[in-house]
């Protein structure tokens, strides 16, 4: 059993000198101790028992009083039994306490179990410390896995673009086969696709259009025509005047090749320039006799350089115009067959640049 000893001052009570195990029992520090009287550990319904025994010490009588609770700083009171002893020369009381029971009443108070209770519980949050740098690690790799998981979908999905650009660029390179294989039985008209894309271009550019417009006639600009891949050589390259069907077929091919591409989904964004390249500003165009600015842009784009083209080169059944007189033949039918915008766009902005082409037109002008 561990004993508090602890002197008190003669008359004021107050503590002047104590041990070790004073400070374990009550809790405070030293210089707490120090500033605080006997009394002030006892509730008042016991002060006046507990000072009682005091009061006998001071007449040369040691005394003991049994079984008191005493405070402490922190946590419940203390069953403890007070001996006081005989004051010295000076009147100081020495007081011994002996603690009786520990905080659940189970025998005497031991600090070496509460050591052990603190052991335990040290134990306890090294435990949860454990668990919780398990969770953690964890934690982290299932990110990890998640992380690796993103990197391989987002590489997949990488590649997986990558086999369909390619094979969209292949795609469309296997139908600007399919056009000039429809040109080469007409050497004639050979090339006359990928030079109407080049000034369509050029228009669209000096119109000051949106990229992604421009990318329709980089991409799908050659295939305006595919719709002629179903008209026989004989009508293509046909020296006489056509007869109503041979008529009836050729105007059928921008049907015909919005047919054939509109099952290809990423072709969509060419679909009006293959139907609609043959409608004509007034309303007399074909298939669908749209008018104005209700013809899609690049159709009208594309009408202009179409005619200027086929104008300026030979046919089978014409010979081609000088090129004085195809700008002649454009502005003629300017807000007829051609969007008036774009003929003086043509004219100022495109061929004004190109000065092999207006020498040529001196040229035949001369001629
Ligand atoms: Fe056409």
Not at 43 to 55: I, T
Not at 119 to 144: C, F, G, P, W
Not at 277 to 303: C, N, Q, T, V
Request: hydrophobic share 35%.
């Amino acid at each position: 059993m561990e004993r508090a000893i602890l002197v008190l001052e003669s008359g004021t009570k107050r503590i002047i000198d104590f041990n070790h195990h004073t400070i374990r029992l009550l809790r405070f520090v030293p210089k707490e101790l120090l500033a605080l009287s006997f009394q002030d550990f006892f509730s008042r319904d016991v002060k006046d028992f507990v000072l009682e025994g005091y009061l006998k010490a001071l007449h040369k009588s040691q005394c003991r009083v049994d079984q008191v609770l005493i405070n402490r700083k922190d946590g419940p009171p203390v069953p403890v039994s007070i001996e006081y002893q005989c004051p010295d020369p000076k009147g100081n009381v020495t007081v011994i306490i002996y603690p009786l029971s520990d905080q659940n009443g189970n025998g005497e108070w031991d600090p070496q179990q509460e050591l052990t209770e603190l052991r335990q519980a040290y134990r306890r949050l090294s435990d949860l410390n454990l668990t919780l740098k398990k969770r953690i690690t964890h934690l982290a790799e299932v990110l990890a896995l998640a992380d690796a998981r993103f990197d391989s979908a987002q590489d997949e999905m990488t590649e997986s673009l990558r086999q369909k650009e390619g094979t969209k660029k292949e795609c469309l390179s296997l139908m600007a086969s399919i056009i000039r294989s429809v040109e080469e039985r007409d050497p004639l008209s050979r090339g006359h696709s990928d030079r109407v894309v080049v000034f369509a271009f050029e228009i669209a550019q000096a119109l000051k259009r949106p990229e992604k417009e421009l990318d329709i006639i980089h991409n799908y600009g050659a295939l305006y025509d595919i719709g002629k891949v179903g008209i026989a050589e004989a009508t293509l390259t046909k020296q006489n005047p056509l007869t109503d069907e041979e008529r009836l077929l050729i105007t059928d091919h921008p049907v015909i090749g919005t047919r054939i591409l509109k099952h290809i989904p990423w072709m969509e964004p060419g679909l009006d320039l293959v139907r609609h390249h043959h409608e004509r500003y007034d309303g007399s165009g074909y298939p669908d006799g749209l008018k104005g600015k209700d013809i899609p842009l690049l159709a009208r784009i594309f009408m202009v350089a179409d005619a200027f083209e086929a104008m300026t080169r030979d046919r089978a059944y014409r010979r081609r115009l000088p090129v004085f007189k195809a700008i002649q033949e454009l502005e003629r039918l300017q807000g007829a067959q051609f969007d008036p915008g774009i003929v003086d766009t043509f004219k100022n902005k495109v061929l004004s640049s190109q000065p092999h082409l207006l020498n040529e037109t001196n040229d035949e002008s001369a001629a």
